[in-house]
């Protein structure tokens, strides 16, 4: 009776909403929602990482805190043996397909696309937003561009990362953004 | 000199310049019958109970620093014996009985107040909560009644009772004895009481040791003033608690933990009650004096350093400022810590120790001052009698052996 | 608030991204059933809680989510190092060393 | 211009007139004036009430150090702030403020008897009296005395305004922008990093504010500093802070600033927050905090018109405005003859010098001389007159220790006095770093530094300004020494605690602690009644216990306690400095954490569609969950039995989102359960299902969960909603700590999965078109199944399980297709009058079958013998987490409280939850209750109440009648099997 059960059936909604107060028009930044991501969290020995990446082709950053953004993905080393992988909505089973490669030792790969939703947060007063809720220094020395971390953001876990000087890139679950929001338009609302 | 009216009256007229000592400063005696360490509240009223109702009056209470300078001196006040369990209740339901009356016995004004420490419940989980604590109460002869959120704003004026609050108001459990009392004047009134009953109470005299002899009893305490021989030791020092048991060679369960409170500046008569939240970390009252008494939560890191994190005053001060809107402009106007000692059930072990002769009151937690009368009684009566009372003889350290655990705070429980 | 090194991580952090894990170097028994009832409740529940040197255990849970050990003095509230889980717990020697 | 307005003095502006009001009169002010300033303008000296006596203050500093001229700050009904210093409120047209702590005005106050009785009110006086009757207390004394105490109003409504908070970092932080702090900042701005300079006043400058005539570097000080500040605000790397108070030091150098940002604006001017918290670290920390004077303890020292000389000064150099026409001075230290000289150039009268010590600076002498002041050495003053202010003083000559009596009465309008300098070592101190007692400045000054923190200036016991600013620059990596003219005397002989005097001390009022009214004979009392730790003097007198937190009064107080202990300053000690430095707004404190965002609401991706459906919720951890969904004017009871019959005659969905899932992979993920879980999981095929029951260390019920095995190397976890965090957390720290060597990686994917649970008769048909690749018949998808398929072309992980005791599905899909699924569900279950239900009635049909809720059937101390599920522990297994706890003594004795039914006699009466249980009824309080019921409920299906209870051995009770006793009638109820429907579970398998 359903002949349209099918892939195309079901619209996808990320759920989260962007206030018009987080766009004040006179605001030193810029706020959006990224679009629809696969993400995975992929866990592997610290000993067999390189052999992981010889085998998938995934090149693992192997510093904590450090991201490696190549044509497959933006992958980011969250901690010695845990990677956030980032990839296009439609390459998740290109993801698949490469870790599958790596057979020489067992590892974790979960596919945690819809556990996040991400922000971008871009302008001059990017960094100043950030520190709203959390407490880390973003001076360019100490949170250089290129640099990811989990962190807090007063209540809510995210995940930071800088693509560039004046652009952060959150991650946060997905229950927990609204939240974020409040907090940040709180914030823009006093800057 | 016996505190009345007619003494007050009698020493205005002459400048106020007869009024004797409230205690002397004791130098201590070779031996003493019963030592009492740890000069608190609770330290003070055992020896305090050993000379007026136990017979005991060669006691001396010694502290290493001035007494009723550690929680009793730090703490917000709360006095209530609304507790679950029979155990607790019984225990906290003495000390109230205690506490009520306490003033007159002791010739001292403690200004207990029985304003009603009006408990609030914020989800569903919490009114279950209430409720069984309600029943327990009501089958054990301890007051504690339900209170709608409007009959709670009607007792509470301050309480913001909109339902589209992140934490609304569901309702609460009063207990209308329930109340505050003045930290200092309980410490005070007490060492006065007893030095009046030949109590030695001696200050800046910290322990070092405790002397065992061969058969491993107790036969005195090493101060910094010199040896002091008792065949009867009593610890009574909260935070310091764990301290002083590994000088009698006993490892205890306990971990001490920064906990904090702050007042505001004070204003005009607005708060007519104590209210404690648990689920938003908020316990509030307004002093005689005017000042808003909150008390906030613990840092999660074990330390004696008596300083606790701004992070944990932002979060109880947005929690105040989410039950009662109002207070948003009030001032905060000082703020400290003390150490509190948490055993794994969160409950008190008072009772005999598995030395001989040594004796422990430790383990209260954030809740220890109001048990403070019903404590000190019941240290001295398993002190004088060498065997505990019927209502601290569930407290006893083994109950962490064997697993009869007396856990309120896990009998609150967690949402589902 | 306090800053800690996080031995993974090798930077200092917040305290608001770590979780407080009790004292340190109390490994689970081997073979608890072998254990007398007071041995076990020592393993469940006594704990040092000295003033001064505490070993104790924390967790980056909002940052690489490892379990670290730390040296701490508990009346200064100072951390003297920290190192990872599974290391040998620091001699008297190298922590005074780290102190003076 | 009044009188008393020196319009060549002064920073404050001439050509601004500014209107203000204060307790409803209408006065003129100038723009730069504070409240303080612009009253003394107008001549008005009495300004508050104080704390015990209700006796008439005056203003008394001109800083944040004042502790007699306190006001309610008036900004509109809602913005009333009490207790606002009047020498810190900056003047706008239109501001308004009142008088605090009068009635029913401040020139008349009635309960002004108190003074009068004050002999009745010593330190410590309620610990003696108000106990008899002993009932009065609570009715009669209490009421009265807090009637009576309290100092401003209390508020009334809900503060409108807004707050914010940030996480700053920088290299260097200065607090304090006078010359040590410029100089400081001036130095650090050039070496380099962030430097970040605050200070508590509108203007940076300190007391170069008030010293106009200072020269640096050849300068005039006011052009130094001009030209200072522009240099810093020009540098990119530095932040200038003004109206921000570095309130608390904490931790690693960890700072809160509070930066005050509207209350010196207009009403209508005042835009966004009002207060900002800056959470601040700083590499290192440069405390250029200054000092503050201290008064002179003597008879009469509170009237109004009594102040401090540097505030005389400072009104008359920084706001233009002369306190008096006719001014007498009172000293023990030299910086008060600067005032004077000051004071006297600006053609103010000075009645007099009276300098309590008999041997002067030769240079204070001529300079007195060259201006013809009275100068008097030796001498004291006794007495003040004056009822709203000072009229007039009384000195006596002093010989040796004698005080001659026969004193010399002087008529002025303003007396001014210094007792020396205390360095504000407040932060420091906060930062637990370590004081040392000095006696020629008799005060503490900075010792040993706990932090990364170097004190300068004046707060450092430094009082020269050039030795303090080449100490800031210093400090600050600078080599830069200033040409300041630095010959001005200063020393003084802080060391007296009290003016000598001939009268009886006992029976004078001579004041310490102004706000709170402790005089020095109350430190005395408190002393000859035994407090002989300057904490209990503190605590006794509430000496240093006003919202100035003893700036003015601590030092005196020491002094005063440590004459009357007969012991050296040093070894009375001081007391501790509590944090903040100043009061702080909640508000501030709280930051951005109000309303929305003061906790986090997670909600599911149906939540929308509940919302919209008309769901009533309930919070359940940080989740909020649809409770029941009423229909037309339905309550809770009508909607939950009809959501409750519908889903097990036909259909109910239900949200299932919020339960925890946590991903565990890995060859050792089995092994890993097994030491988790009470259950054995080594057996358990690909495709299958099993309840897990996980146990805390100390045997007790933590969690518990379906758990399906989706491949031999990795299993789907469930937990419960409130669990999920802690679960996880248990789980690492095990597999972490204890068992490092095992390859299983955990991943939480609570969030990943939105999950629609399907129960009733008619799931499966409804299901069976949406689902790709799996064979739902009994046979091939039994009970307790799961598949990974797709459903609507989605990808999905399919469970058959069910909390409700029917046919049930739950479809797992990624969360963002969750809503989109549900709709379409929703839609095709039309036809089996598909009912969403909420958490209430899967509370029902769960304890319909006995199965338990972690937290309400159980609560931290039930063991899962006590819940009856040995079934759930692994008998074969050696160990797992919690099993050793099992078998203490006092777990396995008898009496345990055990999970049972519970059937009421009269099957309409539903048992309160919580209501406790008792095993014969006639029985007196106290009773012996032998437990309590954990759940209770309506049920529909059955016709008759259902409960679950834990009873003390209530396992080998069953069919025993036991006893609720509610308030007004005795319930009865029979102990019954914890299953109440379809105890076969036929249910479960219906075609």
């Known amino acids: 009776m359903f002949s349209d059960a099918d892939s195309g059936s079901l619209k996808l909604d990320q759920g989260v909403h962007i206030g018009d107060c987080l766009r004040l028009p006179d605001q030193r930044f810029d706020l959006n929602l990224v679009d629809e991501r696969s993400r995975f969290c992929l866990r592997v020995r610290e000993t067999h990482v390189s052999a992981f990446a010889k085998a998938s082709g995934l090149a693992l950053p192997t510093q904590v805190g450090t991201t490696r953004q190549d044509e497959n993905a933006l992958i980011m080393c969250l901690s010695p043996d845990e990677w956030l992988i980032i990839a296009a909505s439609e390459s998740k089973d290109l993801i698949k397909r490469k870790t599958d490669q790596f057979k020489s030792a067992p590892f974790s790969l979960v596919d945690v696309s819809h556990r996040n939703v991400a922000f971008t947060l871009r302008g001059e007063g990017a960094a100043a937003m950030v520190n709203v809720g959390c407490p880390l220094d973003l001076d360019l020395k100490a949170f250089p561009v290129g640099k990811c971390t989990r962190t807090i953001f007063e209540r809510a876990e995210i995940i930071l990362y800088r693509p560039a000087e004046t652009e952060f890139h959150i991650e946060v679950w997905r229950s927990f953004a609204p939240y974020v929001l409040s907090v940040l338009s709180n914030g823009a609302q006093a800057q | 000199m016996r505190y009345s009216v007619r003494s007050l009256f009698a020493n205005a007229l002459s400048g106020h310049k007869n009024w004797p000592e409230q205690w002397p400063d004791a130098t201590p005696k070779k031996s003493y019958d019963v030592i009492i360490v740890g000069a608190g509240g609770h330290g003070l009223g055992a020896a305090y109970y050993l000379a007026s109702k136990y017979g005991v009056t060669n006691v001396a209470v010694i502290e290493k620093g001035w007494l009723g300078g550690g929680n009793t001196g730090r703490n917000t006040t709360i006095i209530r014996s609304n507790y679950l369990y029979d155990e607790s209740a019984r225990l906290y339901d003495h000390a109230v009985d205690l506490w009520d009356g306490l003033s007159q016995e002791l010739n001292y004004n403690v200004m207990f107040s029985k304003r009603g420490v009006l408990m609030l419940a914020h989800n569903v989980h919490d009114v279950q909560s209430f409720q069984r604590h309600i029943h327990a109460n009501r089958l054990n002869g301890v007051d504690n009644q339900w209170l709608t959120p409007e009959q709670s704003k009607e007792f509470c004026p301050p309480l913001d009772i909109s339902s589209q609050k992140r934490y609304p108001v569901m309702g609460g459990a009063l207990q209308k004895r329930a109340g505050v009392a003045r930290h200092d004047s309980v410490a005070w009134g007490y060492a006065r009481a007893a030095a009046q009953l030949g109590v030695d109470i001696i200050q800046n005299c910290a322990v070092t040791g405790i002397k065992r002899d061969a058969n491993g009893a107790v036969e005195g305490v090493e101060t910094e003033k010199g040896f002091i021989a008792a065949k009867k030791i009593g610890v009574s020092a909260a935070g310091n608690s764990s301290i002083i048991m590994n000088m009698a060679g006993l490892d205890f369960p306990l971990e001490s933990y920064p906990l904090q409170a702050l007042v505001s500046e004070p204003v005009k008569p607005i708060f007519p009650c104590v209210v404690m939240s648990n689920s938003v970390h908020a316990y509030i009252s307004q002093s005689d004096k005017g000042e808003l008494v909150i008390g906030a939560g613990t840092d999660q890191y074990l330390s004696y350093s008596q300083r606790g994190a701004l992070h944990i005053i932002e979060h109880t001060l947005a929690a105040i400022c989410e039950i009662f809107p109002i207070f948003k402009r009030m001032r905060m106007l000082r703020s400290w810590g003390g150490a509190v000692d948490v055993t794994p059930d969160r409950s008190c072990i008072l009772g005999k120790t598995p030395v001989q002769g040594l004796y422990v009151n430790c383990g209260w937690g954030t809740g220890g001052f109001k048990a403070t009368p019903g404590a000190a009684d019941l240290l001295a009566y398993t002190i004088a009698k060498d065997e505990p009372h019927p209502i601290n003889a569930p407290f006893t350290l083994e109950r962490f052996t064997t697993g009869r655990l007396i856990d309120e705070a896990a009998a609150a429980a967690v949402a589902h | ?100 | 211009m009044s009188q008393y307005r020196r319009t060549k003095k002064g920073r404050v502006d001439s050509r601004q007139q500014i209107s203000f009001s204060f307790d409803g009169k209408t006065y003129q002010g100038l723009k730069g004036d504070t409240l303080a300033s612009a009253l003394l303008a107008n001549g008005v000296h009495l300004v508050g009430r104080s704390f015990k006596y209700h006796r008439p203050r005056g203003i008394m500093a001109a800083g944040s150090d004042e502790a007699n001229a306190l006001v309610a700050f008036d900004r509109g009904e809602a913005r009333v702030t009490p207790n606002m210093r009047a020498t810190t409120l900056e003047l706008y047209d239109g501001f308004k403020a009142q008088s605090q702590n009068n009635w029913p005005s401040l020139n008349f106050d009635v309960t002004a008897i108190n003074d009068r009785l004050s002999a009745f009110f010593p330190a410590g006086f309620y610990n003696k009296t108000f106990m008899w009757p002993k009932s009065f207390w609570d009715k009669v004394y209490e009421p009265a005395i807090r009637a009576t105490a309290g100092l401003g109003p209390a508020p009334k409504a809900a503060d409108p305004d807004k707050y914010d908070a940030n996480y700053t970092h920088c290299e260097t932080l200065i607090v304090g922008a006078g010359p040590a702090g410029i100089a400081a900042a001036r130095a650090a701005a050039k070496k380099g990093g962030r430097v970040i300079l605050v200070d508590e006043q509108g203007e940076l400058g300190g007391s170069l504010l008030s010293a106009p005539d200072q020269k640096i570097d050849g300068q005039p000080a006011w052009d130094w500093l001009a030209e200072s500040l522009a240099e810093l605000d020009a540098a990119e790397n530095v932040t200038l802070m003004p109206r921000t108070t570095a309130i608390g030091y904490y931790h690693d150098n960890f700072l809160g600033l509070a930066e005050r940002l509207t209350d010196h604006l207009p009403e209508d001017a005042a835009e966004g927050p009002r207060e900002r918290l800056h959470r601040v670290w700083a590499q290192e920390v440069i405390l250029a905090t200054g000092a503050i004077e201290r008064p002179l303890v003597f008879a009469g020292n509170d009237r109004p018109g009594v102040m401090l000389a540097s505030a005389a000064q400072t009104f008359l150099n920084r706001y233009g405005v002369a306190v008096g026409e006719k001014i007498a001075v009172v000293t023990g230290h030299d910086s008060a003859y600067k005032a004077a000289f000051d004071l006297s150039d600006a053609d103010i009268e000075i009645a007099v010098i009276v300098d309590c010590r008999a041997q002067v600076d030769q240079k204070l002498i001529a300079e007195a001389e060259k201006r013809g002041i009275s100068l008097r050495t030796g001498h004291t003053v006794t007495a003040t007159k004056g009822r709203h202010r000072v009229k007039s003083i009384t000195i006596n000559k002093v010989n040796g220790d004698q005080v001659d009596p026969a004193g010399e009465t002087l008529e002025c309008d303003a007396l001014i006095m210094s007792g020396g300098w205390t360095p504000s070592v407040h932060l420091w101190s906060h930062s637990k770093g370590s004081l040392q007692w000095r006696d020629d400045i008799a005060a503490y000054v900075p010792d040993k530094p706990n932090e990364n923190a170097i004190c300068v200036g004046a707060c450092n016991g430094d009082f020269g300004i050039g030795a303090a600013m080449a100490a800031g620059a210093k400090a600050a990596g600078g080599d830069h020494t200033f040409d300041v003219d630095d010959t001005w005397p200063w020393t003084g002989a802080g060391t007296l605690e009290i003016l000598p005097t001939h009268r009886d001390e006992s029976r004078i009022k001579a004041f310490v602690d102004f706000q709170n009214d402790v005089t020095a004979k109350d430190i005395r009392l408190a002393v000859r009644e035994g407090f002989k730790s300057i904490e209990h003097i503190k605590r006794y007198t509430t000496t240093g216990m006003a919202t100035d937190q003893g700036k003015t009064s601590n030092l005196n107080g020491l002094q005063i306690a440590a004459s009357a202990l007969g012991r050296p300053v040093p070894q009375v000690g001081l007391t501790t400095f509590r944090p903040p430095y100043t009061p702080t707004t909640y508000g501030a404190l709280a930051g951005n954490n109000g309303g929305a965002a003061f906790d986090v609401v997670r909600k599911t991706s149906i939540d929308g569609w509940a919302e919209e459906h008309g769901a009533v919720f309930e919070p359940v951890g940080l989740w909020r969950r649809a409770r029941y969904f009423p229909r037309d004017g339905e309550d809770m009871h009508q909607a939950v039995a009809r959501e409750g019959k519908a889903t097990r005659d036909s259909l109910g969905i239900f949200d299932a989102s919020t339960l925890g899932k946590i991903e565990v992979v890995g060859p050792d993920a089995a092994e890993f359960l097994n030491r988790m879980y009470t259950n054995p999981w080594t057996k358990l095929g690909v495709g299958r299902c099993r309840y897990g029951l996980m146990l805390g260390e100390d045997g007790y019920i933590m969690d518990d969960g379906v758990i399906g095995r989706l491949a031999d190397d990795r299993f789907h976890v469930t937990t419960t909603t409130g669990g999920a965090p802690r679960v996880l957390a248990h789980m690492e720290d095990y597999l972490q700590t204890e068992w490092p060597d095992l390859d299983v990686w955990l991943t939480s994917i609570t969030e990943q999965w939105a999950v629609i649970a399907l129960n009733g008769p008619n799931a499966r048909k409804l299901i069976e078109p949406f689902v790709e690749g799996v064979d739902l018949s009994s046979d091939a998808f039994p009970h307790m199944a799961v598949r990974e398929c797709k459903v609507c072309g989605i990808d999905a992980r399919l469970f058959r399980v069910s909390f409700s005791g029917e046919l049930g599905f739950e479809i797992n899909v990624p969360a963002h297709y969750g809503r989109a699924l549900w709709e379409t569900l929703y839609a095709a279950g039309q036809q089996y009058d598909i009912t969403p239900y909420g958490t209430e009635v899967m509370h029902v049909l769960r304890a319909e079958k006995g199965f338990i809720i972690v937290g309400q059937d159980t609560d931290g101390t039930v063991t899962p013998y006590d819940a009856g599920m040995s079934w759930a522990i692994g008998k074969k297994k050696k160990d797992f987490v919690g099993k050793r706890s099992l078998a203490r003594p006092d777990i396995v004795a008898e009496g345990r409280k055990q999970l049972v039914g519970l059937m009421t006699k009269n099957p309409k009466t539903v048992l309160e939850e919580g209501a406790q249980i008792v095993m014969t009824p006639n029985q007196s309080i106290p009773m012996e209750m032998v437990g309590h019921v954990t759940s209770s409920y309506w049920s529909e299906t059955l016709g008759h109440s259902i409960a679950l209870a834990l009873v003390a051995d209530g396992h080998d009770l069953k069919g025993q009648t036991i006893y609720v006793p509610m308030p007004d009638e005795m319930i009865e109820a029979e102990i019954v099997d914890t299953i109440f429907y379809d105890k076969q579970g036929e249910q479960l398998n219906v075609f």
């Open chain 3, 1 to 100: 608030m306090m800053l800690i090194e996080c031995p993974v991580c090798k930077e200092k952090r917040p305290e608001l991204e770590f979780r407080y894990a009790g004292e340190a170097h109390i490994a689970r028994p081997e073979d608890p059933d072998a254990l007398s009832d007071q041995e076990w409740a020592k393993y469940l529940f006594i704990r040092s809680n000295p003033r001064g040197t505490h070993f104790e255990r924390w967790v980056h849970a909002h940052g690489c989510a490892k379990f670290f050990n730390a040296v701490r003095d508990t009346v200064t509230d100072k951390f003297v190092m920290t190192y990872k889980c599974g290391e040998a717990r620091p001699s008297p020697e190298q922590i005074a060393e780290r102190q003076s």
